[in-house]
Each structure stands twice: as structure tokens, then as C-alpha cells.
């Protein structure tokens, strides 16, 4: 990628975070060259700090980390987005995003797919979905197939009730497997699109 770090005099260029899950602008940094490598290199997205006059990597104090998961550069070759998981509020007031935004998206599926990566954390006495968690990925994948039989159940009568009340326990229990195996919905959406696009 040819991002243009000699286009100013102090070799910064901006860089745009973009939570990869909900799509909302998390912050605003700058990178250096050295900067961006580093980033590259460990994974956690990493700026120059203009107050600190050195590299900073997002979280080495918080633990509140930025995951990187892509780095595009626009038209002009000098401003960076970035789009990333960030593992914990992101500005330093403790607000998720430096908007004051709440970090979830619109899409309330994306929404409830933060929601079960939160409670997968919470202790089992007080979570369904760290329990099932607990149980093991077979568990989690048997209960999918079990709410699939139920739907499959419901279509066959006119019980319009029943019917969209198992397809919505299919939808979050395929939302939790998706969860313990590491996925997100995102993942399985890139799949589609894909596939829409050959």
C-alpha cells in the first residue's frame, strides 16, 4: 500500500478508526511511517502521539486495545482508515467512542452479537449464554441443530407465533456458535457478498 508519509513536513497522516462490527467512527489518530509498520506488525493499532513525541499503541496503559483487522488508504494516499475491534471503551474519558457515542450498531443483529459477546464473559451462575458456553462447542452447535428441527416443526403448521419464535431462537443460538467459534455475523456476511458478486 503506498501511503504518502512525505506529503507533510512532520510525516504524519491522519488515520480514521472504524469499530469493524458496528461501523461507527471510534476515533481519530496519527500515524508515522513507523507507526503504521508497527501496527502491521503486532496487530494492535499503534499512532504517534503529537503530546508524547513517540509511538503509542492504543491501550498499553488501559488494556483497551484496538484489534486491527484493515487498513485502507483513500484517493490521495494520505489519510488511513482503520478498521478495528476495540477491546474495551475507547477514549480516554471512558466513553466508547470520542463522539460520546454509544458503540453499537443500527442493525440491532450486530447489536445482540456485542450482547452475547459480553454475557459469554459474565459467570455462568448469571449468563444462558456463558453457561452453554461453558458446556463446550459441541453443546453450542447440538442446541443450533435442535432450534433448526423446531423451525423446521413450525413451517410445516400455520402457527405464525410459534413459527417466528424458534426461527428467533435459531437466529440466537447460530449468533452464540458463531461467538465460540470466534466468528461474527460480518464474517458470514463477506461470504455472501462474495458469493453475490461472481
Known amino acids: ?17 472504524q ?51 484493515s487498513i485502507s488508504v483513500d484517493c490521495d494516499n494520505d489519510t488511513l482508515l482503520i478498521k478495528a475491534i476495540p477491546h474495551g471503551p475507547v477514549c480516554h474519558t471512558g466513553a466508547d467512542t470520542c463522539w460520546s457515542e454509544k458503540n453499537h450498531a443500527d442493525n440491532f443483529l450486530l447489536y445482540l452479537e456485542e450482547v452475547i459477546r459480553l454475557r459469554s464473559k459474565a459467570s455462568p451462575d ?12 459441541n453443546k453450542v452447535a447440538q ?3 435442535e432450534e433448526a428441527v423446531e423451525v423446521v416443526i413450525e ?3 400455520d402457527n405464525e407465533t410459534l413459527f417466528l419464535n424458534e426461527s ?6 447460530f449468533l ?18 462474495s458469493r453475490h458478486s461472481k
Not at 513507523?34 to 513517540?54: N, P
Not at 428467533?168 to 443460538?173: G, I, S, W
Not at 465460540?180 to 463477506?190: E, G, H, Q
Open 176 to 193: 452464540v456458535l458463531l461467538a465460540a467459534k470466534n466468528y461474527t455475523l460480518n464474517d458470514v456476511v463477506n461470504v455472501l457478498k
Open 168 to 173: 428467533a431462537d435459531l437466529l440466537f443460538h
Open 155 to 157: 413451517a410445516k403448521d
Open 143 to 145: 442446541k443450533v441443530g
Open 1 to 17: 500500500m503506498n501511503v504518502a508519509f512525505n506529503k507533510y513536513a512532520d510525516g504524519l497522516v491522519p488515520a480514521i478508526i
Open 19 to 69: 469499530d469493524y462490527n458496528t461501523s461507527k467512527v471510534l476515533m481519530l489518530g496519527f500515524m508515522n511511517e513507523e507507526a503504521y509498520k508497527q501496527t502491521e506488525q503486532t496487530g494492535k493499532v499503534t499512532f504517534y502521539s503529537r503530546s508524547k513525541q513517540r509511538l503509542w499503541t492504543k491501550g498499553e496503559e488501559s488494556g483497551h486495545f484496538l484489534e486491527l483487522k
Open 126 to 137: 448469571e449468563s444462558y449464554v456463558a453457561r452453554l458456553m461453558q458446556k463446550g462447542i
